[in-house]
C-alpha cells in the first residue's frame, strides 16, 4: 500500500461522526519550495505519543525534512519531492505506537 493510500485509510478510521469535525489532516505547499503537513493526533491512539524529532539534510533545497510532535499535532516540512518520505516516517511511527 503507498503512503498516500495508507494515510488516506488512517484517517478515514479516525472519522466517527465527531473526530473529522474538529481535526484532521492538512497538506499545504511551502515557498521555498516544499511540502508541510499537520495531522491531528487528537482523539487518537497517537494522543500523547512522543516522536522525537528527525531533522534530515535540512540545508539542501532539494531533498530534506523535518518532523516532530508538537502538542497533540504531528508535523513535517520537507521538500519538493519527499512528501511521501514524511508519510511514510509518520506512518512507521504510528504503526510502532
Same mark, same amino acid.
Given at each position: 500500500m503507498s503512503e498516500f493510500h495508507w494515510l488516506m485509510k488512517w484517517y478515514a478510521d479516525q472519522c466517527n461522526g465527531d473526530w473529522e469535525h474538529q481535526f484532521g489532516v492538512k497538506? /499545504? &505547499?511551502? =515557498?521555498? @519550495?516544499?511540502?508541510?503537513? &499537520?495531522? =491531528?493526533?487528537?482523539? &487518537? @491512539?497517537? /494522543?500523547?505519543?512522543?516522536y522525537a524529532r528527525v531533522d534530515h539534510n535540512v540545508e539542501s533545497e532539494v531533498s530534506w525534512w523535518a518532523c516532530r510532535t508538537e502538542g497533540k499535532q504531528w508535523r513535517a516540512a520537507c521538500g519538493p519531492t519527499d512528501l511521501a518520505t514524511v508519510i511514510g516516517l509518520f506512518r512507521d511511527w504510528a504503526i510502532s505506537n
Open positions: 497538506i /499545504e &505547499t511551502l =515557498d521555498n @519550495p516544499g511540502w508541510s503537513i &499537520t495531522i =491531528d493526533l487528537a482523539g &487518537t @491512539p497517537l /494522543e500523547g505519543r512522543s
